[in-house]
């Protein structure tokens, strides 16, 4: 089986036997995993027929981290940071998705300040993710500068993060039972000030691209995947709402509190690199919208719910107070034990769908964690984007499915 | 003119190794290449005769247009293949090649002996044209050459070329179609 | 010394001159280009070695030159090592009849006029110019060729049908400037510049803009820097290069932009003159320097902002558009000139040429449907209408199993307030 599989794989035709016996040659060439646009370490070998492409066959498993195992030898409270890790340009995506299904399986709800900061955030971080998708794919189109002022807002994004918690990738902000800590004074205001700034920015970005002849011919057209094709490869998020679906799990299947904001979803029609593109542009201002919302309801009270079992105490109390230290040790130590059972919780990352799908059997470590990683699912629909494409349309191709490449392997 | 005469032998020196060079190779690239050492020294050689007009039309056409093209379909078709190898499937290109080119030498013999005979080759001839220089400018004898002299044989050939592009075409097409 | 030596002696030293200047100025030019580019893109850029980064080119050159040139196992080694060498002579070559100031410069003894600054004004300066250019792409090839890579095979094939395909423009393009000139000399076409109080650019506007994109084309430049396409090729020809052999790839490319600058600067803008203002001593060098300086700023521009076109596209432009533009300049042009006619009639023609083409361009971008965005505010956006904005009422807890996914074809509201 194995060995069958990987014949499959890896097989490459450099020939083709026509009529008469002629043959037609092929070139070969393997993209990746050392390649600048592949995203990271991509392998496509690519059988080519002068440029065009005949077959392309992904290769993945270069950046594989363990993440789900090693998930599983951690309390469920320490397996938060490894989520982080998995789609390292969303983080705060991946640990929501984590926290919504330990909350499912711990049977708790989180307070309201929660619920509302856990949106402002994700929605952040979904413009930060699609910032540096955009700067990323334009900048494999060759547009330079893009990229550059595309990274000049994602810091201000960071800089939100870092004021909230220290860190400004790797958060694990979002936790079991709400924040690690609570907003800080002053983030609206950062938030409120990106608010303002954004919208005219976002402009430069549609001035320099979305109608930019050369943009729009690489574009338009490139790479179409068929509304049919996308679900049956069970892509999700933008590559999937690109092709003319319009599914967006904070609209299908609300969570997190979604269901009390008002925002649409961008649905493109041709399925090829232009709309996915459009799709997350326009994206962005939906965003936008939600943020905009969430902080005017933004209210005040608790950020964590209130069981020491689960959160760990505040600092001041476990120096001072006998139970709190307990429970602190015990947190630390061992964890919480959820109640056994499964649960499958999807959440809307800035890649597509992210579904987490854990098993508890009592104890104190999660029996089995999946991650169904929308990358991964989208990657699917690479070969079939590019098949009869151009070489430089493989990069259009890669930038428009907006991979990244800790998440496929994970 | 001692200058003259060492730069004219080591042209031909050039000129006849690189086209040696051509027929020699195993590897099409490397013959490709003598060729284009050939055509440019040719280039030099019309140089050398005050030609520089047609001197620089030599590069800008065969070396630079013609050469490029020929590049172009010998490294895509045969990116790996240093040597044809093996056998020559074509023996009876031997004969044939020394025949021909028996016939092509004595051919040049004999319009060099002819042209430095005969005296009213001055009219076309490279005295001719030396003089036509020295009276009109480089371009301008050419161009008078080409268009009040010899505007028949000048038309004649773009027609020819038109015909060649038009046959491309159709060739082209029908492989195409033969293909879908 | 005979007057043969002197001459010899001045070529050999205005050459000597020459390539050391363009040398100086290719290794300042990528400074300069790494500084804008980095004003462009709200960056710094190099400003470390020394005052403004000014021995940056300098350390780079050192970096260089004690870096290991590897030779691929695969590669053939005499063409791959003489390949770069290849290059930057036909660059360097090129240059030659460029002339940077006015012939008589001082005394008309055949001495004198041997040492005006050029190093040779041939009467075939231009086809020169052309010849030579045809032949850089050589150096792209066979380096491509020679690394035994196919992504350098893909940027050498790329490279070799862009720069045939785009050489043939930019030889109709500038026919049009000879016809009005009458010569093919380079000194000769801004003295008749000179002659007809006017620059060429007036006259054959078409042209500019047709030799403008072909030049950048022809020299390999963003958007049309395909043969090196880092993000689809890795680097395109250049992938195996390192070292020594890779700047001198570099140097070619810049110099090579350096000429086509120049052509342009003395085809169409007057060259050395400038209104009269050329008789300063001295000044005519200046001219020429600022009209240079201002197209390598243009090459800079256009590589920050525009993405790179495709090589399919390229062609296309290249074949479909270019080339029958610069024809009908061309004929139009040979009419005026056969008739006589002032030179504002081929000037206007070009223009309008000009205008019918940006009009066409212009009304295809604004067929697609202005939409409105959610601010409220109209903005003046033209967003094409593949993409819609589809309202999904919030779901209720108890549909929500349902999973609320609307086929391609469910009713889309189109939002256009909030």
Redesign the interface.
Known sequence: MQTEERATTLEVDESEQLEGGARRDYMTINMGPQHPSTHGVLRLILTLDGETIVKAQPDIGYLHTGIEKTAEGKSYFKALVVTDRMDYLAPLANNLGYSLAVEKLLGIEVPERALYARVILAELQRIASHLVWLGTSALDLGAQSVFLYCFREREIILDIFELCSGVRMMTSYIMPGGLQADLPPGFEQRVRDFLALFPKRLREYHDLLTNNRLWVDRTKGICKLPAEDAVRLGCTGATLRGSGVAYDVRKAFPYGGYERFDFDIPVGANGDVYDRYLVRMLEMDQSLRIIQQALDGLPGGPWQVDDPKIVPPPKYMVSSNMEALIHHFKLYTEGYRPPAGEVYVRTESPKGELGFYMVSDGSARPYRMHVRAPSFANLQALPLMIQGAFVADVVAAIGSIDIVLGEVDR | MLLHQIAFYVLAAVAIASALGVISFRSA?YSM?SL?VNLMSLAFFFLMLQA??IG??Q??IY???VM??F??VV??LA?DTESVGGRNPLRWQWGAGIGLGIILAGGLILAVVNGSLARDAHAVGADGLARQVALH???EAFGLALFHGFSFPFEITSVLLVIAVLGAVVLGRRILGREE | MSDVAWIVVAAVVKSAIAIGALLTIFAYMTLVERRVIARFQRRVGPNRAGPLGLLQPLADGMKMAFKEQIIPTKARRLIFVLSPAISVFVALIAFAVVPLGNTTTWGTSPVAIAWAPFIADLNVGVLYMLAISSLAVYGIVLGGWSSGNHYSLLGALRSAAQMVSYEVSIGLALAGVLMLSGTLSMVGIVHAQVAQGIWFILAQPLAFVLYAIAATAEVNRAPFDLPEAEQELVAGYLTEFSGLRWSLYQMAEYINMITVSSIAATLFFGGWTLGGLEGIPGMPFVWYTIKVAIFLFIFIWVRATLPRIRYDQLMKVGWQALLPLSIINLVFTGLAVALGWPWWASGLFGLGVLLIVAVVLYNRLRLRQAMERQSGEAVPLALPSSVRLVRIAPATASESGDGVVAAPAAPAESVTTS
Request: glycine content about 10%; hydrophobic content about 75%.
């Open positions: 690239v290449l284009i520089i007009f620089t039309i590069v800008l070396a630079g247009a490029v093209l590049l172009f490294t895509m990116p400018g480089n371009v």
